[in-house]
């Protein structure tokens, strides 16, 4: 076992962490993140997910219930560097992906009025603040498969 660790303080001078401590920060670094459930609504109000952690900060994961395929899931207001991470019921359908602000903030360069995109059964999907005004996601089929999401657009287009 690890006796003592050396750190350094802001002056320059060395210390020392305690096992103790040592033990608090591995367990620390061991705790799974929490996910947040999130019900996909018809009108994607009601499922905009709560404000995002700071970028730089640990990703947001989500888990998407109940959808069926035609419900909205909506993603926070831009924060750049900031990460969503969406990830499928067990045996859930799928669902359409729009931002805070469909007409002017894009989901893979997609922006328009009503855009959205569809997220198919099974997929996790991955969004990453790139700029104020786009999210960029990426996807991962239930057989392991990457890929892009498809850029929002209006569906009556």
Do not use: K
Not at 40 to 50: K, R, T
Not at 144 to 150: D, K, R, V
């Amino acid at each position: 076992m690890v006796e003592r660790l050396p750190t350094f303080a802001d002056d320059g001078r060395q210390e020392t962490v305690q096992p103790e401590d040592y033990n608090a920060i591995v367990d620390l670094l061991h705790t799974p993140p929490d996910v947040l459930a999130v019900m996909a609504d018809v009108d994607g109000e009601e499922s905009s997910i709560p404000t995002l952690p700071m970028p730089g900060s640990s990703p947001l994961i989500v888990q998407v219930t109940d959808a069926d395929g035609t419900n909205y899931v909506q993603l926070p207001a831009p924060a750049v560097g900031a990460t969503v991470v969406f990830l499928p019921e067990a045996e859930g359908n799928g669902f359409n992906l729009i931002s805070s602000d469909p007409e002017n903030i894009g989901i893979n360069g997609g922006a328009e009025e009503d855009a959205e995109s569809a997220v198919g059964d099974g997929v996790v999907v991955t969004c990453i603040c790139a700029t104020e005004t786009n999210w960029v996601c990426t996807t991962i089929d239930d057989d392991g498969t990457a890929g892009a999401l498809s850029p929002a657009a209006d569906p009556g287009d």
